[in-house]
């Protein structure tokens, strides 16, 4: 089940082992949040696009009975997330699929999804920005295979009408988000800005959109923080960590 220098972590809340390696892109909160921050279908489909190692849907699949199929592009995430889900006995529910996600149309039928989740490469790609020697990692950080707007784009494919659309994110990319969704036609409708810590500022923005949705009806949620100022997880985020 493991290969050399892999290792099994657990997200206690969900009781999910998730294979991991530091040689490539590991999960990170923003995976935990993401998976917590929208309303799941009960059944359906739910396609998780840019899924790295698998976490975001394995870790959602704990609350759902819906169907969900993952996306990635490099073979050697896309097959440790596979394996995961096999760890984790979760072949009835979850599909790994190593894909280009521009292609993803090829094999999920436009109009058919619920809720797409998606937790994409950050940094625009520009020129003179040094990127991560790592070439996992400067894939999963920055937008050398793709780019915000084609997410929001092949989203908008996939979805169904009133289906949703939910990302994690940097705050610096708000405005370019609403943009994106707008241009696609997907109406935003809830945003969390996240915290590090009380009087720290934000460095993780979650938005959720809906596919031909009303333009009315925009919420700003609660701000939501990882730490307490004493440094020790706010009791939300360690709820989501490891359970109630």
Known sequence: MLLEGERIDQLYADDIQIIQSKEVFSFSMDAVLLANFPSLPKKGLIVDLCAGNGAVGLFASRKTA???KQIELQPRLADMGERSIQLNKLENQMEMVQLDLKEAPSIIKPDSVDLILCNPPYFK?????????????AAARHEIHTSLEEVIAVSAK???????????????????????????????????????????????????????????????????????????????????????
């Open 158 to 244: 996939l979805l169904k009408t009133n289906g949703r659309l939910a990302m994690v994110h940097r705050p610096d990319r708000f405005l370019d988000i609403l943009d994106f969704m707008q241009s696609f036609n997907i109406a935003p409708k809830r945003i969390q800005f996240v915290y590090p810590k009380p009087e720290k500022e934000a460095n993780i923005l979650l938005v959720e959109g809906i596919l031909r949705g009303k333009k009315d009806g925009f919420r700003v949620l609660p701000p939501f923080y990882i730490q307490d100022k004493a440094g020790d997880y706010h009791p939300e985020m360690a709820a989501l960590l490891y359970g109630r």
């Open 125 to 137: 790609e520009q020129p003179d920005r040094k990127t991560n020697p790592n070439p996992y990692l």
């Open 66 to 68: 819906a169907q969900i």
